[in-house]
T-cell receptor, first 112, second 119 residues
Framework: KQEVTQIPAALSVPEGENLVLNCSFTDSAIYNLQWFRQDPGKGLTSLLLIQSSQREQTSGRLNASLDKSSGRSTLYIAASQPGDSATYLCAVRPLWGNDMRFGAGTRLTVKP | DTGVSQDPRHKITKRGQNVTFRCDPISEHNRLYWYRQTLGQGPEFLTYFQNEAQLEKSRLLSDRFSAERPKGSFSTLEIQRTEQGDSAMYLC?????????????????FGEGSRLTVL
């Protein structure tokens, strides 16, 4: 059974700092990995999707990497802003099947 | 198209009552998913549809839960005889069916969720 872990559970940084969020998964047989952002009481907003054949994806200040063999993905946020404060979740789609497995998320606070 | 929409956004009910949630996916998406999320946890998969066919159900989906997608467009999730443990955020997501060539990734797009509180 696929297990997805996100460390740390919470992170607080001053504005302007670059930061890395971590996601690890136990089964490397994945189709893709997706990073989401969730604001309190809201749904999930898709940030980046990495196919299993890809190593990284970039969107603006965000860069996500994938190392399938070691079961790890990172989300790099450059020049953090208070508006980046949210919970960030990663999810993996298995190679066979359609139940995406989510981590519990990292709650990020960016202080002005 | 404005994305995935869910209704109602909030529902408070008494234990034992039935509740129904509705999800309208992105119009061209043929896959629709239901997830449940409790405080401090990631979403947990409940079930998914491809067009009108319900293709997979989680063990979490007890016999008090039923989901439909009658014409392959909107979907409903009904919970009968609600229990306090059913209190959660119910999230709907939609996607296109992913292809083996990778031309369609199956990227999930979520709605704002329906928060259920069972008293």
């Amino acid at each position: 059974k696929q297990e997805v872990t996100q460390i740390p559970a919470a992170l607080s940084v001053p504005e302007g700092e670059n930061l890395v969020l971590n996601c690890s998964f136990t089964d490397s047989a994945i189709y893709n990995l997706q990073w989401f952002r969730q604001d309190p009481g809201k749904g999930l907003t898709s940030l980046l999707l990495i196919q299993s054949s890809q190593r990284e994806q970039t969107s603006g200040r965000l860069n996500a990497s994938l190392d399938k063999s070691s079961g790890r993905s990172t989300l790099y946020i450059a020049a953090s802003q208070p508006g980046d404060s949210a919970t960030y979740l990663c999810a993996v789609r298995p190679l066979w099947g359609n139940d995406m497995r989510f981590g519990a998320g990292t709650r990020l606070t960016v202080k002005p | 198209d404005t994305g995935v929409s869910q209704d109602p956004r909030h529902k408070i009910t008494k234990r034992g009552q039935n509740v129904t949630f509705r999800c309208d996916p992105i119009s061209e998406h043929n896959r629709l998913y239901w997830y449940r999320q409790t405080l401090g946890q990631g979403p947990e998969f409940l079930t998914y549809f491809q067009n009108e066919a319900q293709l997979e159900k989680s063990r979490l989906l007890s016999d008090r839960f039923s989901a439909e997608r009658p014409k392959g467009s909107f979907s409903t999730l009904e919970i009968q005889r609600t229990e306090q443990g059913d209190s959660a955020m119910y999230l709907c997501a939609s996607s296109l069916r992913p292809t083996t060539s990778g031309t369609r990734t199956g990227e999930l797009f979520f709605g704002e969720g329906s928060r259920l509180t069972v008293l």
